[in-house]
């Protein structure tokens, strides 16, 4: 009843029935539960019909909300969004990248009570926290089983360790999935029923949405686009060794004499930063780096559309924010050279919050479970 709701709008009893197939009386009796829980507010509006007009009803949308966290080895971004999926605020702080992930935590997870704090929402209000982390998952266990971005974080507990440090029920994903369900719960994908989002920061991942319900696979680790061999590639090199910022911040470095503003450090995404930076300037040297990183990854994509029918693409990820434009170019050029065995074309978009759509994500995702089971007044967390 609470996701009709939310599927539906500013809606009426009448809608709901129509939309769930419950009777009358059966909505009546779940609305005046949800208005009792504040999870739902007649809005004051009535819709004029022939008979007895209709009150409206929508979401509360500050009665409750979700925190999602993106924790990347670039950079780490820290959203809150409320119950109807919109973003209240947000943080974007220095990755985990090399330290030690105790203090990782810690620092991030004083960003995010403080950042509860700034946007007047109380603790209690918060559902969970959503984290998000790139490489494969054992979801059970709340650890990462494998990371080529983050090693070092392989095989702690680090559900435990968030759900300790913050005090809210943590639910872990993969940051492409948490993207592409972002993409879902804010109605982005209405006209979609084969969609793939393409999320890139450290590395590569492929988030999908088919027939309306995120596909997140057996054990929640679909999508790993980044460990893909490339077709042709003579020493089996994967998309992510070829196209992810860290395959081209190291090619920036092999040039001779390189006039990139690179890092003194060798910092590899603060690089791509500015290898991604100048080539939007027009430089030839990071235009030839971003666009053979975008041809590849395009190709790759093609591909996978092809396996999956794909008919909508979504370019987002922190590493799409500035030349995120070359990118989604690159797919257009790609999928128009393309022939494909239906007449309608692949919807390509570039996201228009490429930065915090996993994060938001994230968030989304314990906004999906836990509001509809708190609406039917059962935990959704771990006992």
């Keep these: ?11 009426s009893r009448v809608e709901i029935a129509g939309e769930t197939g419950f009777t009358a009386a059966t909505v009546t009796h779940a609305v005046r539960a949800l208005l009792a829980e504040g999870l739902i507010v007649e809005t004051g509006d009535v819709a004029r019909t022939r008979g007895k007009p209709r009150v409206m009803l929508s979401l509360a949308p500050k009665a409750r909300c979700a925190v999602g966290v993106q924790l990347e080895a670039d950079w780490t971004v820290i959203a809150v969004v409320d119950a109807t999926g919109r973003l209240v605020a947000r943080q974007r702080i220095r990755g985990a990248r090399s330290a030690d992930p105790g203090a990782v935590v810690e620092r991030v997870c004083g960003h995010v009570l403080a950042l509860l704090r700034a946007s007047d929402v109380a603790v209690e209000a918060a559902l969970g926290l959503g984290l998000v982390l790139p490489g494969r998952l054992d979801i059970d266990r709340g650890t990462l089983v494998e990371s080529s971005s983050l090693p070092q974080w392989v095989g702690i507990g680090i559900r435990d360790m968030f759900e300790g440090a913050t005090g809210l029920p943590v639910l872990i994903g993969n940051d492409a999935t948490a993207a592409a369900q972002g993409e879902l719960w804010g109605g982005g994908l209405v006209r979609s029923r084969a969609h793939a989002t393409v999320c890139m920061g450290a590395s590569i991942g492929l988030g999908l949405v088919l027939s309306g319900q995120v596909y997140a696979g057996a054990t929640a680790n679909a999508g790993a686009l980044g460990s893909m ?39 590899p995404f603060a690089d791509f930063a500015a290898i991604s930076a100048a080539a939007v300037q027009g430089d030839a040297l990071a235009s030839a780096l971003i666009q053979t990183s975008a041809d590849h990854l395009a190709d790759a994509i093609v591909v996978l559309s092809a396996l999956l029918d794909l008919d909508s693409v979504t370019l987002t990820g922190p590493s799409f924010a500035v030349a995120g434009s070359i990118y989604l170019a690159a797919l257009r050029r790609r ?4 022939p494909r065995a239906s007449a309608a074309p692949v919807r390509t978009r570039l996201s228009m919050q490429a930065a915090d759509a996993a994060a938001v994500g994230a968030a989304a995702m314990v906004l999906g479970i836990a509001m509809p089971a708190l609406a039917e007044d059962a935990p959704w967390h771990r006992s």
């Design 229 to 267: 061999p490339l077709p042709g590639s003579a020493d089996g090199a994967t998309l992510a060794e070829i196209a992810a910022p860290p395959a081209v911040s190291a090619a920036a470095r092999t040039e001779a004499g390189t006039h990139l503003p690179l890092s003194a450090d060798d910092d």
């Design 335 to 338: 999928f128009a050279q393309q």
């Design 1 to 11: 009843m609470f996701d009709a709701i939310r599927r539906l709008g500013r809606t």
